[in-house]
C-alpha cells in the first residue's frame, strides 16, 4: 500500500499491513500500547540489528525571487535543527 497519510499508514501497520516508517510522534503512543514494536532504535542497537537510511527532506520555492531572505532564514533554520537529530 502506498498512502501519504501518515495516520493510514499507522492504522494499516496496527492491523497487519506489514512495516512502515512512522514519525515517533505517531507511532510512540502505539508502541507505548503494545500495538506496534520498533524495529530500528538507535538507542539500543542490538549486533545483527539493521541501521535506518536517513530520510532526505528538500525545500521546494517556486523560482528565485520567492527565495527572501525571510524563507531562506527558515530553510537555514529548519536545516539546522534537523541536523542535530
Known amino acids: 500500500m502506498i498512502s501519504d497519510?501518515?495516520?493510514?499508514?499507522?492504522?494499516?501497520?496496527?492491523?497487519g499491513g506489514g512495516i512502515t516508517?512512522?514519525?515517533?510522534?505517531?507511532?510512540?503512543?502505539l508502541v507505548n500500547r503494545g500495538l506496534l514494536?520498533?524495529?530500528f532504535d538507535q538507542l539500543h542497537q542490538t549486533a545483527g540489528q539493521a541501521m535506518p537510511e536517513p530520510m532526505q527532506i528538500f525545500a521546494c520555492v517556486t523560482d528565485h525571487t520567492?527565495?527572501?531572505?525571510k524563507v531562506r532564514a527558515l530553510i537555514d533554520y529548519l536545516k539546522d535543527a534537523l541536523n542535530q537529530c
Do not use: G
Open 37 to 39: 514494536v520498533t524495529l
Open 66 to 69: 520567492s527565495l527572501t531572505p
Open 21 to 29: 516508517r512512522l514519525a515517533d510522534f505517531v507511532a510512540q503512543p
Open 5 to 15: 497519510d501518515i495516520d493510514m499508514l499507522a492504522q494499516m501497520a496496527v492491523n
